[in-house]
C-alpha cells in the first residue's frame, strides 16, 4: 500500500454519527484515505463497508478488556496497533469522535500518530444529536482525573493522555480545529471552528406514490429504564400518543424502538414492530410517512429535516419527563423549536 498524504479516522457509536462520518468523507474529506471504527455492538448493521478504504470494530476497553491481569491497559494498546493497522503509513492524521475526554479515544491523539508516522493531526468533533447543543465544562475532578491517566505512559510510552480544559468533548481544547453540528440545530461552540454538515441523508420519499391510508411512525426511547419517565407516565403518554393518532385518522403506524428499549416504552398493540437494516435516519429518507412522533429522540429533529412540511413531527409529554435541570429542558426546547418540531 502506497503512503498516503492524509488519513482520516472515524470513532463512531451510533447510527447517527455513523451517518455524519460518512457526509464528511464524502463532502470534507474527499481525497484521504478513509477509515471507519466503530465501538458499539451491533452498529456493524448500518455499516457499508463497501464505502470505506478500512473498517473495524474496536472493543471498548473498560467494558472488553483482554483476559488476564491488565487487561484494560492491554486492550488501550491493542486498540492503538489495531487503528494504525487499518490507518497505515501516512503524513497526516485527522480523527472524528464525538467527545475526547474519555481515555478510550484520548490516548489515539498522541498514540497514533507515532504509531503511523505522521507529522501532523488534527482532532475534529462528529455531532451526537441533542447533546451537542450544550457545553459540558470539565469540573476540578475530571481534570485531576485527566492528569492521572498520564501515568500509563511510565508503562507504555504510546499511551500518553492529551489533558485539556474547557468544555469535556474537546471543543476549546489546542488539538481541536473543526466542529461538526447539525443543520437548524443551535450550539454554544466557538463560530470559528463550527461546520454545518449538509443534510445527512438524501431525501428519496418524494419520488414514492401517496397511498390512501395514512401512515405514521412511532420513534421509541427507554424512559422508564433510563428513569426519564416513571412507568405510570410511560403508560399515560403512550396512551394519548395513540389517541392522537386515532383522532387524525391513522389506520397505518410503525414504531421502531431504539436499541435500548427493550421494553418498548411508547408501543402499543395494534403498532407493526419495525427493525430497518441500516440507520433509522436512512430508512426514513426512503419510506413515506405522514407523521412521526415520539418525546424527546433526536430523530424527531432529523425527521423534521428529511420530510416535507406537510408531515407532522410532533414531540409528546416533555411536562413528564425529568429532565437534569432546567436549562438542560429549555436548551432542548429551543433546539426542537428551531427544527420546526411540533409539541402536544
Known sequence: MSRPDTVAVYFVASPLQYL????????FERGARQVLVWYKRGLECVVEPGEWDASSY???????????????????????????????????????????????????????????????????????????IRRYPL??????????????????????????????????????????????????????????????????????????????LVIGQPLAAFRLMSPADVSEVTSRMRQWLACEGFSLIDYKPHPKDVAHDLAHPDYRLIEPAGALESHMASTRYDAVIGVRSSSLLLARQIYPARVRVVAFGWQRVRFKSPQEQEDMRRAFTACGVEFA
Open 20 to 27: 455524519a462520518a460518512r457526509r464528511i468523507a464524502g463532502e
Open 58 to 132: 474496536m472493543a471498548w476497553p473498560r467494558l472488553e478488556p483482554l483476559p488476564g491481569a491488565f487487561g484494560r491497559h492491554r486492550r488501550l494498546r491493542e486498540n492503538i496497533r489495531m487503528v494504525a493497522s487499518l490507518a497505515g503509513p501516512c503524513e497526516r492524521l485527522i480523527l472524528h469522535s464525538a467527545v475526547y475526554d474519555t481515555e478510550a479515544i484520548n490516548y489515539f491523539l498522541r498514540g497514533l500518530p507515532i504509531a503511523c508516522g505522521a507529522g501532523e493531526m488534527r482532532a475534529r468533533i462528529l455531532p451526537d444529536g441533542l447533546l451537542s
Open 139 to 216: 469540573s476540578p475532578l475530571r481534570r485531576l482525573l485527566q492528569c492521572s491517566r498520564k501515568l500509563r505512559r511510565l508503562f507504555a510510552p504510546e499511551l500518553d493522555y492529551e489533558c485539556f480544559g474547557g468544555d469535556r468533548i474537546g471543543s476549546d481544547a489546542s488539538f481541536c480545529d473543526r466542529i461538526y453540528v447539525l443543520p437548524g440545530l443551535p450550539n454554544e461552540y466557538p463560530p470559528a471552528r463550527v461546520r454545518v454538515l449538509p443534510p445527512l441523508v438524501d431525501r428519496v420519499v418524494d419520488a414514492q406514490p401517496e397511498s390512501a391510508e395514512r401512515r405514521a
